[in-house]
C-alpha cells in the first residue's frame, strides 16, 4: 500500500463515490478502510481486526486469503489473461466451468451464459425471458413480477425489478413492465393473528388477483431469492411455494430463482431452489461462484427456454447480447477452484451443521431480548430486527438509527454486521467454526446493550 495512512480518510471521501452510502455519513464517520483479509478476519489500515459476519457483501463463502483460489487465479492470469466468447471464440478454461456448473445444477439446465455481476445476469434473464417470448410469437407476454422488499441488482431493469421504493426515487426508471407483490415477511406484513400457512394462503390470492387483473398472456415471469437479502432477511412463510408454484405453472409463467446469495451452500444445500424442493426455469448466481475472488455471474438456462432458442435458430441469427467479460477465463478459473474447494471441504454438509448452530445460539442468547423483535432466517443467513416495544412491535424512530448505533458499536467490539434499518444481519463466510458463531453472537449482544 502506498497511500498515507494518516490521509487514507480524506483522500477517500475526494476521490470515490461510494454505491449504497449516504454522504453524510460518509463526511461524518467514514470511511473504514480494509487492508487485509485471512480466513473468517479482515483488518482495517489502523490494525484492527474484524470478524466478518456479512463474508464480505454475503460472497467471501470460503473465507479471505485461500491459496488454492489464488494460485489458480495467478496461473490463469499468467497463461492467458483474457479472451472472450464473442463469434464462436472460447477458451479451455471457460468450457470446463460451464460443464462444471451444468454438473452442480439443481435440475437439468442445458446452458450457462456469464457475467461479471449479480444485476447483469438478472438483466441478462430478462432480456433471456422476453426473448424467448418473442420467438415464441407472443409478443405481448413480458410483465414481470417480482416482490417488494427483494433484491434483484441496481442497473435499469434490475433496480426496477428490486421492490425497495428507496432506489427507485430520484432515477427515473422505466417500471412499467414490473409489477410487485407483497413480500413474504410474515412478522411485518401478516394480519393479526394470521398463521404463517393463511398468510401464504393469502399472497396467492394476491398473486392470482393480480394475474386475472393484468392477463395471464401478458405475464412473463415471477422472479424470487429463496430467502430475501438486502431487503430485510426474510425467509418464505410455511406453505409459500406450495401455494405459489402451481399458480405460476397454470398461467405458464416461468420460475426465475435469483440464488445470487443463496446458491453455493448458504442455505444449508446446494442451491436455495433445494432448500424448497423448486425447480426454476432460470437460475442466477453470482457472488459465491467464485467467493468474492473475481466479478463473476452466471445465468442458468432450463431445456424449457434452450429448447425454444435452438428450435428457432435458423429465424433468431445472431444472439445480440453479451459483455466483454462474460466467461472471463480468470473468472472461470477463480470459479473452478471454488467448485473443487466447496466439493472437497464439504462445505454445504459443514453448513447444514453450523446454521442451525448459529440460530441456537442467537435465540438462546437474544430470543428474550426485550429490544429484540425477531430473529429469523435459514442456513448462515439470520437477521435480528430490534424494536422499541416486542410486545406491539412498534419501531424505534428512523431518526434514533438503532441499527446503525449497533453496527457501529459491533465494529468498535471487532464485529462486521450490516444493518438493514433496525435489522441487523448475518452471513458469515461458510466455513465458520462453532467457536467463531459463539464469539459473533457473545460480541453481537454486547453491542445491543451498549445501545440499550
Ligand atoms: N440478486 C441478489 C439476491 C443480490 O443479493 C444481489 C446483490 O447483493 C444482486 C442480485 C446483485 O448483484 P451485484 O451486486 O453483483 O450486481
Not at 405453472?249 to 444449508?268: A, Y
Not at 445472431?318 to 471454488?338: C, D, E, I, K, R
Request: with cysteine.
Amino acid at each position: 500500500m502506498t497511500i498515507d495512512i494518516q490521509r487514507a480518510a480524506q483522500l477517500d471521501r475526494e476521490s470515490l463515490f461510494h454505491p449504497f452510502t449516504a454522504l453524510n455519513d460518509l463526511y461524518r464517520d467514514g470511511p473504514n478502510v480494509m487492508a487485509s483479509g485471512k480466513g473468517l478476519h479482515v483488518t482495517d489500515i489502523h490494525g484492527n481486526t474484524y470478524l466478518d459476519g456479512m463474508a464480505g457483501l454475503w460472497c467471501v463463502n470460503l473465507g479471505y486469503g485461500r491459496q488454492d483460489i489464488v494460485d489458480a487465479i495467478a496461473e490463469q492470469s499468467a497463461r492467458l489473461s483474457f479472451f472472450h466468447t464473442f463469434n464462436s471464440m472460447s477458451t479451455d478454461v471457460a468450457i470446463e466451468c460451464a460443464d462444471a456448473l451444468l454438473k452442480r445444477a439443481p435440475v437439468p439446465m442445458s446452458r450457462v451464459f456469464f457475467g461479471a455481476s449479480g444485476s447483469d445476469a438478472n438483466e441478462t434473464q430478462i432480456k433471456l425471458i422476453w426473448y424467448y417470448n418473442n420467438l415464441l410469437g407472443r409478443p405481448q407476454k413480458k410483465k414481470i413480477i417480482a416482490r417488494w422488499n427483494a433484491y434483484h441488482g441496481s442497473a435499469v431493469m434490475t433496480a426496477g425489478l428490486t421492490g425497495l421504493p428507496g432506489m427507485h426515487a430520484l432515477f427515473d426508471l422505466p417500471l412499467g413492465p414490473i409489477l410487485h407483490v407483497t413480500a413474504p415477511h410474515h412478522y411485518r406484513k401478516a394480519a393479526e393473528g394470521m398463521t404463517e400457512r393463511e398468510f401464504s394462503r393469502s399472497l396467492a390470492v394476491e398473486l392470482e388477483e393480480l394475474i386475472a387483473r393484468e392477463g395471464a398472456d401478458t405475464i412473463a415471469a415471477f422472479f424470487a431469492e429463496p430467502v430475501m437479502g438486502a431487503g430485510g432477511l426474510i425467509a418464505t412463510p410455511e406453505g409459500y411455494w406450495e401455494e405459489i408454484t402451481p399458480i405460476l405453472k397454470r398461467h405458464d409463467i416461468l420460475l426465475v430463482m435469483d440464488e445470487v446469495v443463496s446458491g453455493f451452500g448458504r442455505l444449508g444445500t446446494y442451491w436455495g431452489a433445494q432448500t424448497y424442493g423448486l425447480e426454476p426455469d432460470l437460475i442466477t448466481a453470482a457472488k459465491g461462484v467464485t467467493g468474492g475472488y473475481f466479478p463473476m455471474s452466471v445465468c442458468y438456462i432450463s431445456p424449457k427456454l434452450w429448447d425454444v432458442f435452438e428450435g428457432n435458430r435458423d429465424a433468431a441469427g445472431l444472439f445480440g447480447h453479451g459483455y466483454t467479460y462474460s466467461a472471463h477465463p480468470v473468472g472461470a478459473a477463480a470459479a473452478l477452484a471454488t467448485l473443487r474447494a466447496i466439493d472437497e471441504d464439504r462445505v454445504v454438509d459443514h453448513v447444514a451443521q453450523v446454521g442451525p448452530y448459529l440460530h441456537e445460539r442467537m435465540r438462546a442468547v437474544l430470543g428474550d431480548d426485550p429490544m429484540v423483535g425477531e430473529i429469523r432466517g435459514r442456513g448462515l443467513m439470520i437477521g435480528i430486527e430490534l424494536v422499541k416495544d416486542r410486545a406491539t412491535k412498534e419501531a424505534f424512530p428512523m431518526a434514533q438509527r438503532v441499527g446503525r448505533q449497533v453496527l457501529k458499536a459491533a465494529a468498535d467490539r471487532g464485529l462486521i454486521t450490516r444493518a438493514l434499518g433496525d435489522t441487523l444481519v448475518f452471513a458469515p463466510p461458510l466455513v465458520i467454526d462453532r467457536e467463531s458463531i459463539d464469539a459473533l453472537v457473545t460480541i453481537f449482544k454486547a453491542a445491543i446493550d451498549a445501545v440499550r
